[in-house]
């Protein structure tokens, strides 16, 4: 489902990343996590190139690219496999809840307004907003234009949803809302590349876990084996401090 072969990105003269490798399989929930400034959202931003990647090879849902000579039509082809969760929500202030979830629909799938409708609805019921179509983004709480932003790229039906620190944004009370909805999200079997700090959820949503540090992977496994026993001594020093926070 998701194959990442060598991507190197540098910023400049600093390299962010330095030769990652990993796959996700379909249905797979995988959980980044690491310490602040790892690399871990500029390389889920690489995979649909909202960051150009400066070489490597990535591959979504069978389409491969070559990043480097990778075309527009090329990089558009691939982002129609992806829906993207960003931490600071990216809502449309002047639309309604509804129309920001239907906004992709007819204008990237060219869907008729009135199914689109039909589909947003749906969705945004499915996260708990049917009370909220027709309030704007600045008439919702900060989990609510979260959830959203979750409903909007669930509804153009994507092949992989990521999620660059979902709730990074928001108040320590409306975390659990959001968290919520994302693990309803992956019992229905999507397949979910999640960028994260909330390492209890990171436990008990994910498949795998892998662990950044300095624009490398350090280690991955299950997120049994690395929660209870990490191979690398830097895994287990930072879960070890970062959980002893979360408590």
């Not at 500029?42 to 990778?70: M, Q, Y």
């Not at 199914?115 to 609805?121: C, D, G, H, N, R």
């Not at 019921?125 to 008439?139: F, I, S, T």
């Amino acid at each position: 489902m998701i194959k990442v072969e060598n991507i190197h990105k540098y910023f400049g003269q600093q390299h962010v990343l330095k030769g990652i490798d990993f796959s996700v399989n379909k249905g797979e929930v995988v959980s980044i996590l690491g310490p602040s400034g790892s690399g871990k959202s500029t390389l889920l931003r690489c995979l649909n190139f909202l960051e150009h990647p400066t070489s490597g090879i990535v591959e979504i849902n069978g389409k491969r690219i070559d990043v480097e000579s990778a075309g527009k039509t090329d990089v558009q082809s691939l982002r129609t496999s992806t829906g993207m969760v960003f931490q600071q929500y990216n809502l449309f202030k002047n639309l309604t809840v509804l129309q920001n979830v239907m906004i992709g629909l007819t204008s990237v799938k060219r869907v008729n307004p009135a199914e689109a409708k039909k589909v947003s609805t749906d969705i945004l019921e499915k996260v708990g907003l049917q009370d909220r179509l027709h309030h704007y983004p600045a008439q919702l709480s900060g989990g609510q234009q979260q959830r959203v932003g979750i409903a909007r790229a669930l509804a153009l039906n994507p092949e992989v949803l990521l999620f660059d620190e979902p709730t990074s944004s928001l108040d320590p009370e409306l975390v659990d809302e959001v968290l919520t909805v994302i693990k309803d999200v992956a019992k229905e079997g999507n397949t979910m590349l999640i960028v994260t700090h909330e390492l209890n959820f990171a436990r008990e949503i994910s498949d795998r876990i892998i662990f950044m540090e300095n624009g490398m992977i350090l280690e991955e496994g299950t997120a049994e084996q690395i929660f209870t026993n990490p191979s690398v001594e830097r895994t287990k020093k930072f879960l070890s401090k970062v959980l002893k926070k979360q408590e």
